[in-house]
């Protein structure tokens, strides 16, 4: 019996023109974007490379001394799993400074002569084309599901043969998000294709079973969706009635809601501004560099040296003595970006909280941790940044310890390792729980409504 | 005649449900946006009083010339007043800049409070307008003609005796008209808004270009009614048409002006920051290698050779520069281009531009950092000859201390502001291509109605 039903759900749906123009418009929007996003991927790689080859020959000719006051530029990593979800990693600035004694904080470096046009748009991604143009396919392809029937009087005569409703209700269900799960299956199926046959971004094991993850997780927020829908479409009457009420709720839930969420938080937990991070900092390495030209005077006088990198001894004390300076600054000025971070945490995760109201957040959530690309990912290579200026200080100190000559092959290569993906996953089990009790009490709401509400 | 159908269609309007949720639905919305950009807003002046304080201690507190040279000048500019309504590339252009005596021009973080606004698009007035509105204006239309005929009032109208352009165009007008209220009411709140709010002085320049902006929003909201009424003047089910309709939208609004940056950028690549940072050191050092060969022999003078040196070498670096800068405007011209396909575009572009947070003013903005950085190199020359003239020959330029009047030399930085006029006149081609769309659009929907089979 419920098998039957299902099948004249499936039958029925799959035989709309609806569901051909969502077909169409998924594979279009997911195929036509994967290309671009996988050339520019390649490009960014491709770049990021030559930057880094390029940064090495700059400091061809430089010395211990000079490379400590110049300090370095990183690439920020691009990741492959970009190509599917963008998150955060907006039109970034591609390299970051590190590891400079005039000014120690760790900070992306870009130019201003750049494409703003990449700023202003959307990026058309997994997560903006499960979120927004499926999520409203979901919408158009359901909202009649119930109030249609009961429009067209096929409800009526339904409930004339002997089904139970609750039965009736369950089948609509399941043979909808089956209906809903085909389109973006077979797309994300093509997507895993075009991504093995093009051969330009190589996915390892783990990206893969991040790409399964993402897939999973889009098609709970489509579950979400329709079982919402359905509730709508059992409480109104009218089919038009129930379209209006989904729209508004769309609007709401997937263009205004995400969005405004970061600017309430914002009123509510305060950030401390980049530039007074940098002011206070900069007041730090003022001060402890002072106290180091004090102490170096003081070190000529001891030494009974004119200049103290004159005497071996001296110079020796001397490099020790620069070089617990700058641990200090460095310490200092991580302190207070420490404090700022804190804040920045805080913030999002109040936007996190606030915004949960809708799915759409949740979703975005999980599929930003997964791949890597949300709020968290430039902390955590801000951290790995840190150990690598701090080898950067001790290649540094032993060189001027022992007088050896600098050269670019000393610099160790950064490798930017995301965290496991077991890791990434817990921190999605919170939005993964709030979509599926989300779809569980929409569908159970509709269940009620559908079981008690007169159908005539 | 004509009257008597508007106001038929104009009541119908009025009356329905649609009608009253897309009124509640903008005006909140508008509201909304405007407290939450307000109160961004607001700390954004204060750390922009913040940052021009603590600019101006640092730059001071660089006692000797030479640390002077090494730490520099950082500027940055006011946030613009108009961004509440559409930030645009505000965010772009207040980015702290650092000019230093040796150094590439250097940018600060994008101001926004945490990497999560990067994620998703800022909720002001343009974005409203630009995908709610137009989505609302193709719901409002798209059972126009179809669903009359499915409810077979169209056929009963049509046997009166009434010219079938006398009924598009009421239904169009009428349309128009009632988009226009909702619109027109958010608007005047907003006006209202800003009016009283302490803090934000509305002057005359303000209101003429909210002013246009209403007028381009109304425009645009007409194209996109225009091609619901289209569509539905080509098919005969309503549920066809929304289909149709929401298709189209997807593709307009959320696609192409998408998309097509990005295909801008596979299609005209701009050379990496690296490549060009490389490319510059080979140019120095050829220009270098050039000037020991060849005037190192004339000039006998070492601070006059050093110094034409180093101009040699900032003019070719500069070339350098404006090399990439035209390389960017490429992209950014193909991608506009492609992106004005849709009218999605179009108005973004054309609205922004007005609220001088557009591509026109970042541009001039661009220019006018690089303009900046020429007046600080002259003012660096400046306080070094000073220096030298100072120590005249008895120790290092460098080791002299800077005087409050080589603190005066340093030119203020004040990008100029975009009059009226020139936001105009950005604008003006985009405004022309939503217009342009209008009357394509109504013309093929016109042609459609009158072939329309009624039956």
Same mark, same amino acid.
């Given at each position: ?6 099948? !004249? ?39 990021? $490379? ?10 061809? +000719?430089?010395?211990?001394? $000079?490379?400590?006051?110049?300090g370095m530029f990183l690439e920020r990593p ?8 963008t998150g955060t990693e907006r039109n970034p600035d591609p390299r970051f400074r590190v590891f400079q004694?005039s000014k120690p904080i760790i900070r992306p470096s870009g130019s201003i002569d750049r494409n703003p046009?990449v700023t202003l ?31 067209? *009087?096929?409800? !009526? ?18 043979? *909808? ?85 970061p600017y309430?938080a914002a009123?509510?937990s305060p950030v401390d501004s980049a530039q007074s991070v940098h002011f206070k900092s900069m007041k730090?390495t ?25 005497? +071996? ?13 700058? +641990?200090?600054?460095r310490?200092?000025t991580r302190a207070i970006v420490d404090r700022r971070t804190a804040q920045i945490i805080r913030q999002t995760?109040?936007a996190?909280?606030?915004? $949960? ?16 690309t949300g709020p968290g990912f430039e902390q955590h290579l801000r951290l790995l940044m840190r150990?690598?200026e ?33 890791? $990434? ?19 159970? *709401? ?11 | ?8 269609? #104009? ?20 509201? #909304? ?7 961004a807003q607001?700390t954004y002046l204060e750390q922009y009083a913040e940052a021009l304080e603590g600019n101006?201690?640092e ?12 730490v520099g000048a950082t500027t940055e500019k006011e946030p613009g007043? &108009?961004s509440?309504?559409?930030r645009g590339l505000e965010g772009e252009m207040t980015r702290a800049l650092s000019y230093s005596?040796?150094n590439e021009v250097e940018v600060g973080t994008v101001k926004t409070f945490t990497p999560l606004f990067r994620m998703y698009a800022v ?71 800003? /009016? ?77 920051e690296?490549? #060009? ?17 060849? #005037? ?26 404006? /090399? ?33 947070t557009?591509?026109?003013?970042f541009?001039?903005f661009q220019?006018?950092v ?43 930085f004040?990008p ?12 003006? /081609? ?12 109504? &013309? ?12």
């Amino acid at each position: 019996m419920l098998w039957s039903l299902i099948e !004249k759900e499936l039958k029925n749906n799959l035989l709309s023109m609806r569901f051909v123009f969502s077909l169409a418009i998924v594979l279009l929007v997911m195929l036509g974007s994967i290309q671009v996003r996988m050339d520019d991927y390649v490009q960014s790689t491709l770049d990021s $490379r030559a930057n880094a080859a390029a940064e090495r020959q700059t400091h061809r +000719d430089t010395h211990f001394w $000079r490379f400590q006051w110049t300090g370095m530029f990183l690439e920020r990593p691009v990741l492959p799993l970009g190509i599917l979800v963008t998150g955060t990693e907006r039109n970034p600035d591609p390299r970051f400074r590190v590891f400079q004694k005039s000014k120690p904080i760790i900070r992306p470096s870009g130019s201003i002569d750049r494409n703003p046009l990449v700023t202003l748009s959307t990026p058309v991604d997994i997560m903006f084309i499960t979120g927004v143009v499926m999520s409203l396919l979901v919408l158009v392809l359901s909202f009649d599901a119930v109030s249609g029937e009961r429009e067209q *009087g096929t409800l !009526k005569l339904l409930l004339s043969f002997p089904v139970p409703r609750s039965v009736l209700i369950f089948a609509k269900w399941i043979g *909808g998000i089956l209906t809903l799960c085909i389109p973006f299956i077979i797309g994300y199926l093509c997507l895993a294709i075009w991504i093995l046959l093009s051969g330009d971004v190589r996915f390892a094991a783990s990206d893969w079973l991040v790409f399964l993850l993402i897939g999973l997780s889009s098609l709970l927020y489509i579950a979400w969706m329709f079982s919402a829908a359905l509730l709508v479409s059992c409480w109104f009457r009218h089919a038009a009635t129930s379209m209006c009420m989904l729209l508004l709720m769309w609007v709401l839930l997937v263009l205004v809601i995400p969005n405004i969420s970061p600017y309430l938080a914002a009123a509510f937990s305060p950030v401390d501004s980049a530039q007074s991070v940098h002011f206070k900092s900069m007041k730090i390495t003022k001060e402890l560099q002072n106290e180091e030209n004090q102490q170096l005077q003081e070190l000529q006088k001891r030494h009974n040296v004119p200049r103290w990198w004159q005497e +071996d001894n001296a110079w020796r004390e001397g490099v020790e003595l620069v070089a617990r300076s700058h +641990d200090r600054q460095r310490q200092g000025t991580r302190a207070i970006v420490d404090r700022r971070t804190a804040q920045i945490i805080r913030q999002t995760d109040l936007a996190h909280i606030i915004g $949960r109201v809708s799915p759409f957040v949740s979703y975005a959530n999980i599929v930003t941790t997964l791949a890597w690309t949300g709020p968290g990912f430039e902390q955590h290579l801000r951290l790995l940044m840190r150990e690598y200026e701090d080898q950067l200080r001790r290649m540094t100190t032993d060189g001027l310890k022992d007088q050896v000559p600098f050269s670019a092959d000393m610099l160790p290569h950064f490798r930017y390792t995301p965290p496991p993906v077991g890791a $990434r996953f817990a921190q999605t089990l919170v939005d993964w729980a709030v979509l599926l009790s989300g779809a569980v009490i929409f569908f159970l *709401g509709a269940y009620v409504s559908f079981v008690t509400r007169e159908i005539i | 005649m004509f009257i008597a159908l508007l106001k038929k269609e #104009i009541l119908g309007n009025l009356y329905n449900q649609r009608y009253v949720i897309t009124l509640v639905l903008l005006t909140l919305l508008i509201g #909304i946006s405007a407290w939450t950009l307000e109160r961004a807003q607001e700390t954004y002046l204060e750390q922009y009083a913040e940052a021009l304080e603590g600019n101006k201690a640092e730059a001071e507190a660089a006692g000797k010339v030479w640390q002077f040279m090494s730490v520099g000048a950082t500027t940055e500019k006011e946030p613009g007043d &108009l961004s509440i309504l559409g930030r645009g590339l505000e965010g772009e252009m207040t980015r702290a800049l650092s000019y230093s005596g040796w150094n590439e021009v250097e940018v600060g973080t994008v101001k926004t409070f945490t990497p999560l606004f990067r994620m998703y698009a800022v909720p002001d007035f343009i974005y409203i307008i630009n995908i709610i509105g137009s989505l609302l204006a193709l719901l409002f239309v798209y059972d126009a003609v179809c669903g009359e005929k499915e409810n077979g009032t169209l056929r009963l109208k049509l046997t009166y005796p009434l010219p079938r352009d006398y009924i598009l165009l009421a239904k169009w007008a009428a349309g128009v008209l009632s988009l226009c209220l909702p619109l027109g009411l958010a608007c005047l709140g907003l006006g209202v808004y800003l /009016f009283f709010l302490p803090g934000f002085e509305v002057t005359l320049d303000h209101a003429i270009r909210f002013a246009l902006v209403f007028l381009v929003s109304v425009l645009y909201l007409s194209a996109f009614f225009t091609l619901g009424l289209l569509v539905s003047c080509l098919t005969h089910r309503a549920t066809t048409a929304l289909m149709i309709c929401l298709f189209l939208w997807i593709l307009l609004v959320l696609t192409i002006p998408n998309l097509m940056p990005m295909v801008a950028r596979a299609l005209k690549p701009i050379p990496s920051e690296g490549k #060009i940072a490389i490319e510059k050191q080979h140019k120095a050092r050829e220009v270098e290698e050039w000037a020991g060969n060849t #005037i190192r022999a004339e000039i006998h003078d070492m601070d006059e050779y050093h110094e034409t040196v180093a101009r040699l070498v900032a003019k070719a670096l500069e070339g350098i520069n404006q /090399f990439r800068r035209n390389r960017v405007q490429e992209q950014m011209s193909l991608a506009m281009n492609l992106s004005r396909v849709s009218p999605a575009a179009c108005y973004q572009f054309a609205a922004s531009d007005l609220l001088k947070t557009g591509i026109g003013s970042f541009s001039r903005f661009q220019r006018y950092v690089a303009w900046y950085r020429q007046l600080f190199n002259q003012a660096k020359d400046h306080i070094i000859r000073r220096a030298r003239d100072r120590a005249a020959g008895a120790g290092w330029w460098g080791g002299q201390d800077m005087a409050s009047e080589d603190f005066a030399l340093i030119p203020a930085f004040k990008p100029l502001g975009v009059s009226f006029a020139d936001s105009l006149s950005g604008a003006l /081609f985009d405004i022309g291509i939503i217009i342009t769309y209008n009357i394509i659009l109504f &013309l093929a929907a016109y042609t459609a109605f009158l072939r329309y089979d009624a039956k």
